[in-house]
């Protein structure tokens, strides 16, 4: 009687937190920094708000703040969408450079953008600053785990498509469930949350309409 040959190890998933990050992303992320920061201190000192009247409006903390805007610090994706309320602009100008006639974003020079516990993961789609009123990502969530965003500012809506895996949507009360092919708009000026209910990793785009 021949032997079964030794069954293959299941292959372990590798959580987002622990992913390579995307070719680019190691010297971008300097960048990334670079620019949140004088965005951060230009975008303060123009509506002539103090450290501590920022971290009063945005949840941020005094401490938190001066060490992203001197550097010391690279904030998570909740932490600049908070920044970003707090000065009354957009997400993309937080993060972003000049605006330019026509601007290309590589794949591998896009930043990829994650959450504290590293399951969800935010990537532009559209160079950084290429419209003031809309904004387009790729989000990527882990599976068996959610995120809780923060309000946007007022009037901003939100749409999003699944391309794989599941959405629950949580917002206002209301409960929304998507699958792959599905999408959802919203108003996203209050808190809302992202929920993956599924066994793999949920894959979708994000588009951000900011109000006029």
Do not use: C
């Amino acid at each position: 009687m021949k032997s079964k040959p030794p069954a293959r190890p299941a292959a372990a998933k590798t959580p987002l937190r622990n992913a390579p990050l995307p070719p680019g992303d190691d010297l971008g992320a300097a960048e990334l920094s670079r620019r949140v920061a004088a965005n951060l201190r230009a975008g303060r000192k123009a509506r002539g708000l103090s450290l501590d009247q920022l971290a009063g409006a945005s949840g941020v903390s005094r401490a938190a703040l001066s060490q992203i805007e001197t550097q010391r610090s690279n904030p998570s994706l909740g932490v600049l969408w908070k920044i970003a309320v707090g000065l009354g602009i957009s997400f993309a100008e937080l993060i972003g450079a000049t605006v330019q006639a026509a601007a290309v974003l590589r794949r591998s020079d896009s930043q990829v953008l994650r959450s504290a516990d590293g399951k969800m993961e935010s990537r532009p789609l559209a160079p950084a600053g290429t419209s003031p009123l809309v904004e387009l990502y790729e989000l990527r969530l882990a599976a068996r785990s959610s995120h809780t965003s923060e309000a946007h500012a007022q009037g901003t809506h939100e749409t999003l498509v699944v391309l794989s895996g599941r959405l629950r949507l949580r917002v206002g009360g209301a409960v929304f469930e998507l699958g792959a092919g599905d999408s959802v708009s919203f108003k996203a000026d209050e808190t809302h949350t992202y929920e993956n209910p599924g066994g793999s990793e949920a894959r979708y785009h994000n588009v951000i309409v900011y109000a006029r």
